[in-house]
C-alpha cells in the first residue's frame, strides 16, 4: 500500500508558477505516476504522466509548454512544475501511481490505482 500527499498548492496570479510535489509513503520506482486536475463542476481530467523507467512523459494540450512533470526515485517523490499560469487551470490537482511495471505511459484515471487526496490551485485573472 503506497500513500500519495500532494503539496504545493496556493494562490498565485495569473502567469506566475507554482510547484507542486508529491511524496509516497513507499518505493514508487516501479510505478507510472500522473497529475490529474478538478475544476468545480467538471469532471477529473488528465494532466500530465511519466513512466516508471526511461523518463518518457506526456502532457495534455491545455498544459503543453507550461507544465513540466519530473520525479526523484530515490526520494519517492514527483513532482509538477507550473508556469504561466492561466485562470483555467485553477483546480484541486491530484497524484496518482498505477500498480507498477506497465508497459506504456499510463493516461486514463481508471488505470492508477493510488490517489492523494489533491491540493488546490488557485489562479486569478
Known amino acids: 500500500q503506497v500513500q500519495l500527499v500532494e503539496s504545493g498548492g496556493g494562490y498565485v496570479q495569473a502567469g506566475g508558477s507554482l510547484r507542486l510535489s508529491c511524496a509516497a509513503s513507499g518505493p514508487t520506482y516501479s510505478m507510472g505516476m500522473g497529475w490529474f486536475r478538478q475544476a468545480p463542476g467538471k469532471e477529473r481530467e488528465f494532466v500530465a504522466a511519466?513512466?516508471?523507467?526511461?523518463?518518457?512523459?506526456y502532457y495534455a494540450d491545455s498544459v503543453k509548454g507550461r507544465f513540466t512533470i519530473s520525479r526523484d526515485n530515490a526520494k519517492n517523490t514527483m513532482v509538477l512544475q507550473m508556469s504561466s499560469l492561466k485562470p483555467e487551470d485553477t483546480a484541486i490537482y491530484y497524484c496518482?501511481?498505477?500498480?507498477?511495471?506497465?508497459?506504456?505511459?499510463?493516461?486514463?484515471?481508471?488505470?492508477?490505482?493510488?490517489w492523494g487526496r489533491g491540493t488546490q490551485v488557485t489562479v486569478s485573472s
Open positions: 511519466i513512466a516508471w523507467r526511461g523518463g518518457s512523459t
Open positions: 496518482a501511481a498505477d500498480r507498477g511495471y506497465n508497459p506504456t505511459l499510463v493516461l486514463s484515471a481508471s488505470d492508477y490505482h493510488y
